[in-house]
Structures are given as C-alpha cells and as structure tokens.
C-alpha cells in the first residue's frame, strides 16, 4: 500500500497569499493528524481528525490555520494570509488509531514565505 | 504531563562504531506507547519501532537494538556498527491514553563519517 502522500513538496510563496497543502493518508486510517516542525520549536501537533472529524484543533497557531478533511482520504492544510514565520516544514501523519498504533508520516511540505 | 528527554543533542562517530542514543520519559499513566523515528537528511520521518509498557523485552533488528528499562523510565536506541547512512536526526516520542497524540522529543542528530 502506498504510504502518506503529501503535495506540493515544496512551496515558496509571497506574504500575504494563500496556502493550500494536501494530504491523502494511508487507506483505511482513521486517524489523521497535521503537524508542524521548526528548528526553534520542533514537532508541534496542530490538529487531528477521526473519522473526518476535527477532534483537537488547539495546536492551530491562529485563525490564519485551517484544516479540513471533506473524505477519508484527503486532507487539506490552509494558511490565508500566509506570513515569513509559517515558513516551517508540514507533516501530514495517519494512524489506525490514536494513541495505541504507529503513526506514519508523509514526507513533508518544506514552506517558505518571503 | 508526558515528557520525553533526549539529552543528546548531537553526537558525532566514525563509521564502524557502536552508539548509543538516549531517551527518558515522564508518564503518570501505566499504560504507554513509546516509538523511534528516524528523519535523514532527505527530511521524511521514518518508523523504526513502537513498544508498549508491558513488553519490556529487548529488541534487535539487524543493527539495531532497543533497551527498555520501566524501572528507569528510559527507552535506548544503539546502533552497532555505525554506516554513513545512518547520519540522521533519532526521535524518541511517547504516546498514552489521555492525550492527543505523540510527544516527540527534541531529537538527536547521528552524524557517522567514513
């Protein structure tokens, strides 16, 4: 089975524009969870989905951060309007469950916003 | 609160030798997940092993091996015979029933030279 994909790979945009980073997680996870890496802060956890459903939304830094997950396989990540300290690696992960199973990560949207 | 310490921010050896990378946790919860991932330079972060709290046998897979010690709250990672491509960044994280999701340690980059 393919594993987590994530796209764009890389994203280099201007202040001010609209970011999009897609997600589709391992079939039949029904976990799915967003995260964040920066070399100040590390690995921070933004958000989660079971089931489609966002259940832990506090890691989300401010109302710029939306996250969505219209099906069981694509998630979307949203930064509108995107300013220079979002620049940050994204990881898109999935899991069969929440705490007992592996997570699996996508390789990354390595973002950088001028 | 969960905690996961990885005190080795960076360790440098050469090729051939053994490494230890080590983690301790924090944990008021009896029943717990503990895991290694692996981020090389590429950037993806890749599964290597995931234990639960009551299996605490050792284990090896190839070069690797884990060691995991409930009495000192500390879950090892050494690596035997160190290779070039093992140069990376080691994550130790810890998952348990009542929270969101994985707590990642800060990291430890495993720099091997020929």
């Known amino acids: 089975d393919a594993g987590v994909i994530q796209s764009p790979r890389h994203e280099v945009t201007e202040m001010g524009q609209e970011v999009t980073l897609r997600c589709k997680p391992i079939?039949?996870?029904?976990?799915l969870f967003w995260y964040r890496q920066t070399m100040m802060r590390g690995l921070e956890l933004l958000i989660y989905?079971?089931?489609?459903?966002?259940?832990?939304d506090s890691g989300m830094p401010e109302d710029r951060f939306s996250a969505k997950m219209p099906n069981a396989s694509f998630s979307t990540l949203k930064i509108q309007p995107s300013e220079p300290r979002d620049s940050a690696v994204y990881f898109c992960?999935?899991?069969?469950?929440?705490?007992?199973?592996?997570?699996?990560f996508g390789p990354g949207t390595r973002l950088l916003v001028l | 609160a969960q905690k996961v310490t990885q005190a080795q921010t960076e360790i440098s050896v050469v090729e051939k030798e053994d490494v230890t990378l080590d983690c301790v946790y924090e944990?008021?919860?009896?029943?717990?997940?503990l895991f290694w991932y692996k981020q090389p330079p590429s950037g993806e972060l890749v599964f290597l092993i995931r234990r639960n709290s009551f299996d605490e046998q050792n284990e090896i897979s190839g070069r690797y091996s884990w060691n995991f010690q409930k009495s000192t709250s500390s879950f090892n990672f050494t690596i035997t015979a160190s290779q070039v491509v093992d140069s990376a960044v080691y994550f130790c994280?810890?998952?348990?029933?009542?929270?969101?999701?994985?707590?990642f340690g800060k990291g430890t980059m495993l720099l091997v030279s020929p």
């Open positions: 944990t008021r919860d009896t029943t717990y997940y």
């Open positions: 079939s039949g996870h029904d976990y």
């Open positions: 994280a810890l998952s348990e029933r009542g929270y969101s999701t994985l707590t």
């Open positions: 992960a999935s899991s069969l469950a929440r705490y007992r199973e592996t997570q699996y």
């Open positions: 989905f079971n089931n489609n459903v966002p259940i832990d």
